[in-house]
């Protein structure tokens, strides 16, 4: 079966504090890796498209990474806005499958 | 910019009752979707809609579910007869493409329970 598996659920962090958020992945005929941030009450946000093993996004502190069975979001020197929930999703076919998502609180 | 707008943003309804959540996506998009999210839970895709029709559906979208474009510009979902755990948000999104760019524009949600 078909899984999309985000860890840790949740993470604290100081402000400053980088740290990797998980996307781990069984899926067949991926055709891509994407990432999302939820605000609370809000749908979710684009952020990145990862396409194949090695690639790498970058969007002010966010490095999104790519492997063949999981994908990192580092996050670094967070700041207080980077609070949300952060989700992880693969598309095969045409159907977004997401996971739970790591909600990333970051304390000033 | 452009934005993904749903209506209503929560409504609050009686198990059997019928309800109808709107949708209007950005208007040059081709690609409709609704997504549902029950509180604490994955966002799960309902349906996607293409070309005036029902592109895939995934096995939660059984027979109370519908989905229609009435004009150039609204895309609804109609809950038949609703049961207590149709409560959820659920999410409209739009894309101009449909390729594996996954760049998904969702609106706010609508907030249903379902009493």
């Known amino acids: 079966e078909d899984q999309v598996t985000q860890s840790p659920e949740a993470l604290r962090l100081q402000e400053g504090e980088s740290s990797s958020l998980n996307c781990s992945y069984t899926v067949s005929g991926l055709r891509g890796l994407f990432w999302y941030r939820q605000d609370p009450g809000k749908g979710p946000e684009f952020l990145f498209t990862?396409?194949?093993a090695g690639e790498e996004k970058e969007k002010e502190r966010l490095k999104a990474t790519l492997t063949k069975k999981e994908s990192f979001l580092h996050i670094t020197a967070p700041k207080p806005e980077d609070s949300a929930t952060y989700l992880c999703?693969?598309?095969?076919?045409?159907?977004?499958?997401f996971g739970t998502g790591t909600s990333l609180t970051v304390i000033p | 910019e452009p934005e993904v707008t749903q209506t209503p943003s929560h409504q609050v309804t009686q198990m059997g009752q019928e309800v109808i959540l709107r949708c209007v996506p950005i208007?040059?998009?081709?690609?409709f979707y609704w997504y549902r999210q029950i509180l604490g839970q994955k966002v799960e895709f309902l349906v996607s809609f293409y070309n005036n029709e029902i592109s895939e559906k995934s096995e939660i979208f059984d027979d109370q579910f519908s989905v229609e474009r009435p004009d150039g510009s609204n895309f609804t979902l109609k809950i038949r007869s609703t049961k207590l755990e149709d409560s959820a948000m659920y999410f409209c999104?739009?894309?101009?493409?449909?390729?594996?760019?996954?760049?998904?524009?969702f609106g706010e949600g609508s907030r249903l329970t379902v009493l």
């Open positions: 208007s040059n998009h081709l690609y």
């Open positions: 999703a693969v598309l095969r076919g045409n159907q977004f499958y």
């Open positions: 999104a739009s894309s101009d493409r449909l390729d594996s760019s996954g760049e998904l524009f």
């Open positions: 990862l396409y194949s």
